[in-house]
């Protein structure tokens, strides 16, 4: 009876430990490093994928703060941004999807989605200066995994806020300054 109650312990304390593994950074944990507004650390050329990112990254970053009408508004925006560039329908609709829901679990699914399509529009873009980090969540999405776009090397993770905040790791650097 006692390892029935041991073993699915040992499984969350594995699964937790792997995300906590990712190299640790400074400053603490606390509610102002999921801040709202982080200021883009890459320059694009094309003013229209500009747009995509910049709106990109309040959308992540609501995300993190685990802010549901956040996400929304943030959506709609990013929504509105992928309209004006052709061949973009199909994410324009998962940000709209996004910005329609006010569950914050029903926002992260889309936003896995949504974050594999802005992934590779930005692999393809022209990068004026600076870099995007393509970070990794083992555990988001059900263990299934999940990336996303941020302008710091910095793991602050959309999938789980304040739950697992630092899990993740980046995979790599789109831009110029690739360290």
């Given amino acids: 009876m006692k390892m029935r109650l041991i073993i699915p312990g040992l499984i969350v304390a594995i699964a937790f430990s792997a995300c906590n593994q990712s190299a640790k950074t400074i400053g603490s944990d606390t509610a102002d490093s999921t801040s709202v507004g982080t200021p883009p650390t890459a320059d694009l050329k094309d003013e229209h994928t500009q747009k995509v990112y910049n ?3 309040k959308l992540k970053d609501v995300l993190v703060a685990s802010d549901s009408s956040g996400a929304s ?3 709609k925006e990013l929504a ?5 560039i052709k061949g973009c329908e199909n ?14 679990k029903t926002q992260r699914t889309h936003f ?3 974050s594999s399509d802005i992934v590779d529009l930005m692999k393809h873009t022209d990068v ?3 870099a995007l980090y393509v970070q ?3 555990m988001a999405n059900e263990g299934a995994g999940g ?9 602050r993770n959309p999938y789980y806020g304040d739950e697992m905040l630092n899990c993740g790791e980046v995979k790599e650097t789109i831009g110029i300054g690739k360290n």
């Fill in 91 to 104: 994410t324009s609709t998962l940000a709209t999807k996004i910005s329609a829901s006010a569950d914050l």
């Fill in 128 to 130: 004026n200066s600076g």
């Fill in 55 to 57: 709106s990109y990254l």
């Fill in 80 to 84: 509105v941004a992928l309209g004006a």
């Fill in 147 to 155: 990336y996303w776009l941020a302008a710091e090397k910095e793991v």
């Fill in 73 to 75: 508004e943030a959506g």
């Fill in 136 to 138: 990794f969540c083992p």
């Fill in 112 to 114: 896995t989605a949504l």
